[in-house]
């Protein structure tokens, strides 16, 4: 009888342990998502402004563009300077 | 610089100046909103990345095969195009991924290859710059490696699964887009034949110093 009771108790312990709420540390984890999910669903600190993107794109072009041409003019003009440098003591 | 790359250059620039205003005009893709127009540089950069790559390529096969010294200078010109507009592709796909697929980068066919290329090309300027005597061959070896990657990075999103639009995106696009990214092309397409023809004759420049220098030696 004595028995019972405990082994009542028990089961109505593990029981009420298992019905409540989980704690978070030992929450199972969510499966991270293998699928598409739409952007508009994903958490607010996970999505960033399209103008941020669109603004970096187009800026990081024209800096690459201008300062390749800034570079490219700038070389051309030393050789060009080395070359007649040359060519005068050539002479 | 040449007056023919002067007019080119400031065409270019007045071309791309504008081009902003162009590409706000055109309506918005009904799915990706703002964050698309990154697509009127992006796709422009990504042709001439190809195409460079398949100038050098084409070039120093010239270069090694018919023994063209010339052919050389076009090679190295287009391999320094190829990372730069390389560089404009890789750094603008992934800012426009992040919103349209919610990831800056996938390791799929098209992007891996994409950046494969983009790292032969920067190997092949390496090889140039501290290579030594006999890198123009070495790296005439490598650009054909990098002709060899092209047909296969063009076809790998027919060919393969990927996030990435396919290559049939362009011809079915409304007026409306096609207006403003054919528009770009011919910007992008104008600045390259511009610098392609520049940064050739510097090359040409340089070997012609080398030249001058040899013979004040021999005096």
């Known amino acids: 009888m004595r028995f019972c009771r405990t082994l009542f108790l028990a089961a109505a312990v593990i029981a009420g342990a298992l019905a409540g709420p989980v704690p978070p540390a030992f929450a199972q984890p969510k499966p991270s998502p293998d699928e598409f999910v739409p952007l508009a669903e994903a958490p607010p600190e996970e999505q960033i402004p399209a103008i941020n993107l669109v603004a970096?794109?187009?800026?990081?072009?024209?800096?690459?563009?201008?300062?390749?041409?800034?570079?490219?003019?700038k070389r051309l003009q030393q050789a060009e300077?080395?070359?007649?440098?040359?060519?005068?003591?050539?002479? | 610089m040449s007056r023919l790359n002067q007019i080119e250059l400031a065409l270019a620039g007045a071309m791309l100046a504008v081009s902003p205003w162009i590409i706000n005009a055109a309506p918005y893709e009904s799915?990706?909103?703002?964050?698309?127009?990154?697509?009127?540089?992006?796709?422009?950069?990504?042709w001439l990345f190809l195409i460079a790559a398949l100038v050098a390529g084409v070039s120093s096969a010239i270069f090694l095969f018919g023994r063209k010294p010339t052919a050389d200078a076009w090679a190295l010109a287009a391999a320094e195009m190829a990372v730069?507009?390389?560089?404009?592709?890789?750094?603008?796909?992934?800012?426009?991924?992040?919103?349209?697929?919610?990831?800056?980068?996938?390791?799929?066919a098209r992007l891996t290859s994409?950046?494969?290329?983009?790292?032969?090309?920067?190997?092949?300027?390496?090889?140039?710059?501290?290579?030594?005597?006999?890198?123009?061959?070495?790296?005439?070896g490598m650009a054909l490696f990098g002709?060899?990657?092209?047909?296969?990075?063009?076809?790998?999103?027919?060919?393969?699964?990927?996030?990435?639009?396919?290559?049939?995106?362009?011809?079915?696009?409304?007026?409306?887009?096609?207006?403003?990214?054919?528009f770009c092309v011919?910007?992008?397409?104008?600045?390259?034949?511009?610098?392609?023809?520049?940064?050739?004759?510097?090359?040409?420049q340089r070997v012609r110093i080398e030249q001058l220098y040899l013979a004040e030696d021999e005096a």
Request: charge should be positive.
């Open chain 2, 186 to 204: 011919f910007a992008f397409l104008l600045l390259f034949l511009a610098l392609l023809s520049m940064r050739a004759r510097l090359q040409q």
């Open chain 1, 56 to 73: 970096a794109a187009y800026g990081f072009v024209w800096i690459v563009v201008v300062g390749y041409v800034w570079s490219l003019g």
């Open chain 2, 84 to 108: 730069v507009f390389g560089i404009i592709t890789l750094v603008t796909g992934p800012l426009w991924a992040r919103k349209a697929w919610g990831i800056w980068w996938v390791w799929d």
């Open chain 1, 81 to 91: 300077a080395e070359i007649a440098a040359l060519e005068r003591k050539a002479r």
């Open chain 2, 147 to 182: 002709l060899a990657n092209v047909p296969f990075i063009f076809v790998s999103v027919n060919v393969w699964r990927t996030l990435h639009p396919q290559t049939s995106v362009v011809p079915t696009l409304p007026v409306q887009m096609g207006g403003p990214l054919w």
């Open chain 2, 31 to 46: 799915t990706m909103g703002l964050v698309q127009k990154i697509f009127y540089y992006h796709m422009p950069s990504a």
């Open chain 2, 114 to 140: 994409s950046l494969i290329l983009w790292m032969i090309f920067v190997a092949y300027l390496l090889l140039r710059r501290y290579g030594g005597p006999g890198s123009d061959k070495l790296g005439a």
